[in-house]
């Protein structure tokens, strides 16, 4: 059973950043990709970032050039680095995984099938 735990979330002032951190563990061959999603109250998860098994990256329009995703050898962490912080960046960000997507499909909250709580980002 794939199990997720962000950190990393917190306050910080527009042009800051911060460096949201998910701990993965149980993760199966059947998962191939791996995101980034956030949530404002009252509105549907999008996504953020997304990362395939073979490395290929994924970014929302919204944060190419400020964010970066990134995984470690063993896939055990996925790492979310934000720059350059915006207060349209305030949300609940989630780590989530999938069996497979591609591109822009990754960006949407569709394929994935696991999910952690989720870590605050507000910015000011």
């Known amino acids: 059973q794939v199990q997720l735990v962000e950190s990393g979330g917190g306050s910080v002032q527009a042009g800051g950043s911060l460096r949201l951190s998910c701990s993965v563990s149980g993760l199966t061959e059947d998962t191939e990709s791996m995101g980034w999603l956030r949530q404002v109250d009252g509105a549907e998860r999008q996504g953020v970032a997304a990362?395939?098994?073979?490395?290929?990256?994924t970014y929302a329009d919204s944060v190419k050039g400020r964010f970066t995703i990134s995984q470690d050898n063993e896939k055990k962490i996925l790492t979310l680095q934000m720059n350059n912080l915006k207060p349209e960046d305030t949300a609940l960000y989630y780590c989530?995984?999938?069996?497979?997507?591609?591109?822009?499909?990754?960006?949407?909250?569709?394929?994935?099938?696991?999910w952690g709580r989720g870590t605050q980002v507000t910015v000011s």
């Open positions: 989530a995984t999938a069996a497979y997507c591609s591109g822009e499909y990754c960006l949407q909250a569709a394929p994935y099938n696991t």
């Open positions: 990362i395939d098994s073979d490395g290929t990256t």
